[in-house]
């Protein structure tokens, strides 16, 4: 990795897009810090304070990487789009005219993304509405200012927070034309990150001020973070190589095929998306509950829902698990299609060892998909599960730490590194092949 971006450096043009590439990630860091026109830092403080681990406001704020709460323009940041996507992707399966659409090349793309910001800036003022709720009707006037009317101050606030997230797919669009990774996921990435460093630093100062606890339990979480990082790498990094051979086919004057190749199946292919749709589902109740003002005096009800299946509770913890496993499932099927592999093999003159073509090599490739998908959805559900009860014991009550230490907050780093990392590959060989032609 580190190879690889000095070898980046000493290109000119990949030099120039690298440095684009963190200017614009250190505007949207700034954007994350600049504060709401308006608003009285005190009183937007003292709400979110009074927010707990579970409310509306407390969830938005450790998606969004803090910004929320510092009342920042960015204060959304990237959550709207990335929930667009995710609908689009399983609108995408459901309707033909969207699958369609999916497969006209790099207009249909251009059309499905066009979709997807619309889809995008509904979701951020139902996102930004949700907020104005969350805070109620007497600190929205208190964070906000008193002397206009109710209704044209909350219109004001979703207004903000909609044009942050419309300026902050703006920055992941120009951060993508770059060619050195996906612009959304590094933004995520620089969140996390900051996120995590912003944890670290204040662990370290409370540990200098007197409290040693502090520092033991930093120095804990670190030991475990390097153990779950060096899992989720090897993971990540896994496939399972099918083999393909190529017979020999003789085309006018010019022979064809004859080669050995393979079929790249990741043990975990479906990165973290399993991870992004249980949790939205498992959440959207406790959001709503939220919205309405639901707490846990509300009835027998509310009671069995905070008691049980609130974050971090046993029926919580099955109930993520089996969903991750379903979506793995279902994810992996829009990912690798074995029709379509078995057929476009067939095609191309080629078969698998020891394997018939047709339906055989499509009912055995099938048979490996699930076995491999099977065996990353188990990893994943370790992953959403396991450590964050693991940090938890380690933290004594650390609220920042969980926080910033997340399981699938270190699964996206370590995906959207390797993504970089592969992005730049890509890159220098395109640099290589240019210069010897």
């Known amino acids: 990795m580190f190879k690889t971006l000095a070898e980046a450096f000493r290109n000119k043009e990949l030099r120039r897009n690298i440095l684009i590439t963190v200017l614009l990630l250190l505007i949207y ?3 994350c810090f600049l504060p709401v026109p308006g608003i009285n830092p005190d009183a937007y403080a003292s709400a979110i304070s009074n927010e707990t681990g579970v409310g509306i406001l407390g969830l938005l704020n450790a998606v969004t990487g803090s910004a929320l709460a510092n009342g920042a323009f960015l204060a959304l940041g990237v959550t709207p789009y990335i929930n667009a996507s995710i609908i689009m992707q399983l609108l995408t399966v459901g309707i033909p005219a969207l699958e369609r659409l999916s497969k006209q090349g790099d207009d249909g793309k251009q059309k499905i993304n066009l979709i997807t910001k619309i889809v995008a800036i509904i979701l ?22 008193a002397n206009a009317p109710i209704w044209l101050t909350a219109c004001f606030v979703v207004l903000v927070f909609v044009a942050g997230t419309c300026f902050t797919m703006w920055l992941g669009d120009r951060i993508t034309e770059r060619q050195v990774g996906n612009g959304v996921s590094l933004i995520i990435f620089v969140g996390i990150i900051a996120t995590a460093a912003q944890s670290i630093v204040n662990a370290i100062s409370n540990m200098f001020s007197g409290n040693m606890s502090a520092g033991w339990e930093l120095l804990g979480f670190l030991a475990l973070a390097f153990v779950i990082f060096t899992l989720i790498v090897f993971i990540d990094m896994s496939e399972r190589k099918i083999p393909v051979q190529y017979a020999k086919q003789i085309k006018g004057r010019k022979m064809y095929g004859g080669q050995n190749s393979y079929i790249p199946l990741k043990v975990n292919g479906t990165g973290v998306m399993p991870i992004i749709f249980a949790t939205a589902i498992i959440t959207f109740p406790n959001i709503i509950m939220q919205l309405a003002g639901v707490t846990r005096d509300s009835g027998w009800f509310a009671k069995f829902y905070y008691d049980y299946l609130g974050a971090g509770g046993v029926v ?15 994810y992996a099927q829009i990912q690798f299609n074995p029709v379509d592999v078995s057929q476009n093999i067939q095609q191309h003159g080629g078969f698998i060892p020891g394997i018939r073509p047709g339906k055989p090599t499509t009912d055995y490739l099938t048979k490996v998909s699930k076995r491999i998908t099977l065996f990353g959805a188990i990893f994943l559900a370790f992953i959403a599960i396991v450590p964050s009860i693991i940090f938890r014991l ?9 926080n910033a230490f997340t399981a699938t907050g270190m699964l996206i780093v370590v995906s959207v590194a390797i993504e970089f990392g592969t992005a730049l ?13």
């Open 29 to 31: 860091r700034v954007g």
């Open 316 to 330: 919580y913890s099955i109930l993520v698990g089996l969903l991750i496993l379903f979506f793995a499932y279902f």
């Open 394 to 402: 380690v933290a004594g009550g650390s609220l920042e730490l969980l």
């Open 124 to 145: 951020a003022i139902a996102q930004g509405i949700g907020i104005v709720l969350g805070f109620g009707t007497d600190n929205l006037v208190s964070v906000f200012g």
């Open 425 to 437: 590959d890509a890159q220098l060989m395109m640099k290589r092949h240019k210069n010897i032609l």
